[in-house]
């Protein structure tokens, strides 16, 4: 049985020949009005949201999740790329982005994806561009929310975050003398130096028969509507204002129920790096990043788009993208132990310490499944490992992970109760899990099999110094006779027993340098000594020198220990 469309009037003769044009013609009509829809062959693309550790305040797990999108129904919004800044170091980072950004809309373009271009403040120049017109012509949407036409600074699930960065003074991170040469030379060509943007960057280009162009919350809303789009990706700058505050940014389609998600490699932000909390200005936006994934939105990376949609692409477009001046070697530090609170000292000393120089990804292990370490995959991207873990047998594709990070030859550094990661007292574990007993023989070169006391409290020196640099409140760790080839820097003992190593590195067998410590105590976060022992470790491990700047003063240890004033 056929069944039509519509009804045909009662008494009406239809040729057999024009019955089937008529439906071939119906039938067109209502492939073209059906919603469309993913399916099985769609291309895959990783998203990454950040979830709350249970029982650790202010510590996340980084999530990913797998999903299909349809480029049909996709659009890219394209922030701010204007074609100058007030801030030169600004200007000089866009020039970076931009080609990326443009292969990475002629790419989407191609495969059917919507593209919206958002230089905001630029629409005079604009005025007659066929891509202008048309944002303009489009139909108002019948559920146009009444507040998209404004600036959002916040969102509901906002209300309760810190908001990570100091950016009240505009966040430029110019050199002075540079910033008042870029100040001249843009008032010489007339520009206002203030505010020196006339049109988005010449390097990404604007299809006239495809693209749009609009800053307005409401034209853009109507542009996703119109086109049925149910997935919007954003890139562009700055995150931590344009990107999540305009009309069209994160927090106001988020709120409004898109399906929205920040390309993190493809942005930049405006923060200062001599303002709180003193980072190096890339690691300030990653803090924006994190504050993006734990209360606005998913976010992903533009080699994941690349990939998904197997087009000819160069293969520097495979990796995420990266500053010519980010130059910080990648740290992981994995936290899985319950005994020595280090998803509280690790996570403080880090923020406190190392984001100056470093990338830093905190891997924690869950604290209801003690087999499970969600984000485990970070590690393929990092440059050095730190193991804080202790006796936790895992899945053996996580165990897998940690092994192939170590075995490839990276550094590694460990503390405490690295030394017994991986393996029960027992050696037995649950089904369906591993572990990995000869660990602290072959990472440390080490020899764990017990503690004295918690209450013998052993004093910690240097090997070449007789004078003890500070007492431990945690117990020493009896770890002798070492393997040949490590180096010993740091003693513990207490009264009775024999001195035990308590610091050394190593040399493993697949080359990698490795750093021990059996310190590591909440109290040993406290003490100057151990805090300047582990971050030399560290930087050594990440093949960095200490600055003078790294000294660590009181202030700073104070804060790091969270005894110092709360900053906002």
Same mark, same amino acid.
């Given at each position: 049985?056929?069944i039509?469309?519509?009804?045909?009037?009662?008494?009406?003769?239809?040729?057999?020949?024009?019955?089937?044009?008529?439906?071939?013609?119906?039938?067109?009509?209502?492939?073209?009005?059906?919603?469309k829809?993913?399916?099985?062959?769609?291309?895959?693309?990783?998203?990454?949201?950040?979830?709350?550790?249970a029982?650790f305040?202010?510590?996340?797990?980084?999530?990913?999740s797998?999903?299909t999108?349809n480029?049909?129904?996709t659009?890219?919004?394209?922030?701010?790329v204007w074609?100058?800044?007030?801030?030169?170091? %600004?200007?000089? &980072?866009? !020039?970076?982005?931009?080609?990326? *950004?443009? #292969?990475?809309?002629?790419t989407?373009?191609? @495969? $059917?994806?919507t593209?919206i271009?958002?230089?905001s403040?630029?629409?005079?120049?604009?005025?007659s561009?066929?891509?202008?017109?048309?944002?303009?012509?489009?139909?108002?949407?019948a559920?146009l929310?009444?507040d998209i036409?404004?600036?959002?600074?916040?969102?509901?699930?906002?209300?309760a975050?810190?908001?990570?960065?100091?950016?009240?003074?505009?966040?430029?991170?110019?050199?002075?003398?540079?910033?008042?040469?870029?100040?001249?030379?843009?008032?010489?060509?007339?520009?206002?130096?203030? %505010?020196?943007? &006339?049109? !988005?960057?010449?390097?990404?280009? *604007?299809? #006239?028969?495809?693209?749009?162009?609009?800053? @307005? $919350?409401?034209?853009?809303?109507?542009?996703?509507?119109?086109?049925?789009?149910?997935?919007?990706v954003?890139?562009?700058?700055?995150?931590?204002?344009?990107?999540?505050?305009?009309?069209?940014?994160?927090?106001?389609?988020?709120?409004?129920?898109?399906?929205?998600?920040?390309?993190?490699?493809?942005?930049?932000?405006?923060?200062?790096?001599?303002?709180?909390?003193y980072?190096?200005?890339?690691?300030?936006?990653?803090?924006?990043?994190?504050?993006?994934?734990?209360?606005?939105?998913?976010?992903?990376?533009?080699?994941?788009?690349?990939?998904?949609?197997n087009?000819?692409?160069?293969?520097?477009?495979?990796?995420?993208?990266r500053?010519?001046?980010?130059?910080?070697?990648?740290?992981a530090?994995?936290?899985a132990?319950?005994?020595?609170?280090t998803?509280?000292?690790?996570?403080?000393?880090?923020?406190?310490?190392?984001?100056?120089?470093?990338?830093?990804?905190?891997?924690?292990?869950?604290?209801?499944?003690?087999?499970?370490?969600?984000?485990?995959?970070?590690?393929?991207?990092?440059?050095?490992?730190?193991?804080?873990?202790?006796?936790?047998?895992?899945?053996e594709?996580?165990?897998?992970t940690?092994k192939?990070?170590?075995?490839?030859?990276?550094p590694?550094?460990?503390?405490?109760t690295?030394?017994?990661?991986?393996?029960?007292?027992?050696?037995?574990?649950?089904?369906?899990?591993?572990?990995?007993?000869?660990?602290?023989?072959?990472?440390?070169?080490?020899h764990?099999?017990?503690h004295?006391?918690?209450?013998?409290?052993?004093?910690i020196?240097?090997?070449?110094?007789?004078?003890?640099?500070?007492?431990?409140?945690g117990?020493?760790?009896?770890?002798?006779p070492?393997?040949?080839?490590?180096r010993?820097?740091?003693?513990?003992?207490?009264?009775?027993?024999?001195?035990?190593?308590?610091?050394?590195?190593?040399?493993?067998?697949?080359?990698?340098?490795?750093?021990?410590?059996?310190?590591?105590?909440?109290?040993?976060f406290?003490?100057?000594?151990?805090q300047?022992?582990?971050?030399?470790?560290?930087l050594?491990?990440?093949?960095?020198?200490?600055?003078?700047?790294?000294?660590?003063?009181?202030?700073q240890?104070?804060?790091?220990?969270?005894?110092?004033?709360?900053?906002?």
């Amino acid at each position: 049985m056929i069944i039509l469309p519509f009804p045909l009037p009662a008494k009406i003769f239809i040729p057999t020949q024009s019955l089937v044009s008529y439906l071939f013609i119906a039938t067109v009509v209502l492939a073209l009005a059906a919603p469309k829809t993913s399916s099985a062959s769609d291309p895959i693309i990783k998203t990454t949201r950040q979830s709350p550790v249970a029982g650790f305040q202010g510590q996340f797990h980084r999530i990913e999740s797998v999903t299909t999108w349809n480029p049909l129904e996709t659009a890219l919004i394209i922030c701010d790329v204007w074609d100058s800044h007030h801030c030169v170091n %600004a200007v000089r &980072r866009v !020039q970076e982005l931009a080609p990326r *950004i443009e #292969s990475l809309a002629t790419t989407l373009r191609a @495969s $059917g994806a919507t593209i919206i271009h958002a230089p905001s403040d630029c629409m005079p120049f604009y005025h007659s561009h066929p891509a202008r017109d048309r944002a303009k012509a489009t139909p108002t949407a019948a559920n146009l929310p009444k507040d998209i036409s404004t600036w959002c600074d916040r969102i509901p699930s906002e209300e309760a975050a810190a908001y990570p960065i100091d950016q009240s003074d505009g966040g430029e991170d110019d050199d002075p003398n540079d910033h008042q040469q870029w100040a001249e030379k843009l008032a010489s060509e007339g520009r206002n130096p203030k %505010a020196p943007w &006339r049109q !988005q960057i010449p390097t990404i280009s *604007i299809n #006239s028969d495809l693209d749009f162009i609009s800053d @307005s $919350g409401n034209e853009i809303w109507n542009i996703l509507e119109s086109k049925g789009i149910r997935q919007i990706v954003i890139c562009g700058v700055h995150t931590n204002m344009c990107v999540l505050g305009r009309p069209f940014g994160l927090r106001q389609l988020s709120v409004h129920g898109k399906n929205v998600a920040l390309i993190r490699d493809l942005t930049d932000t405006m923060y200062n790096p001599l303002r709180w909390p003193y980072v190096n200005h890339f690691s300030g936006t990653d803090l924006i990043i994190d504050h993006v994934e734990r209360y606005v939105c998913p976010t992903t990376t533009s080699d994941q788009i690349f990939r998904s949609l197997n087009s000819p692409t160069p293969a520097k477009y495979l990796t995420p993208f990266r500053f010519s001046t980010d130059r910080r070697p990648h740290l992981a530090i994995l936290i899985a132990e319950d005994e020595y609170e280090t998803a509280k000292t690790l996570p403080q000393f880090a923020a406190m310490h190392l984001n100056g120089q470093l990338r830093v990804s905190i891997i924690h292990g869950d604290s209801r499944d003690k087999s499970l370490i969600p984000g485990i995959d970070a590690l393929s991207q990092a440059d050095a490992l730190l193991v804080s873990v202790r006796r936790r047998p895992l899945l053996e594709s996580d165990l897998t992970t940690i092994k192939a990070f170590v075995q490839s030859g990276r550094p590694l550094v460990g503390i405490r109760t690295a030394s017994h990661a991986f393996c029960l007292r027992d050696g037995k574990q649950a089904e369906g899990l591993v572990q990995w007993p000869e660990f602290d023989a072959y990472a440390f070169g080490g020899h764990y099999t017990n503690h004295f006391g918690n209450d013998l409290h052993p004093g910690i020196r240097r090997v070449e110094s007789e004078n003890r640099q500070f007492t431990s409140k945690g117990s020493l760790y009896q770890v002798s006779p070492l393997k040949s080839g490590t180096r010993v820097s740091h003693i513990g003992a207490i009264e009775g027993q024999p001195e035990e190593p308590v610091a050394w590195t190593y040399v493993r067998s697949d080359g990698g340098r490795s750093f021990y410590t059996s310190l590591g105590h909440p109290t040993d976060f406290a003490e100057p000594h151990f805090q300047e022992l582990l971050l030399s470790a560290i930087l050594d491990a990440c093949g960095l020198e200490r600055r003078s700047s790294d000294k660590i003063s009181e202030d700073q240890l104070r804060y790091s220990t969270g005894k110092g004033r709360q900053r906002k």
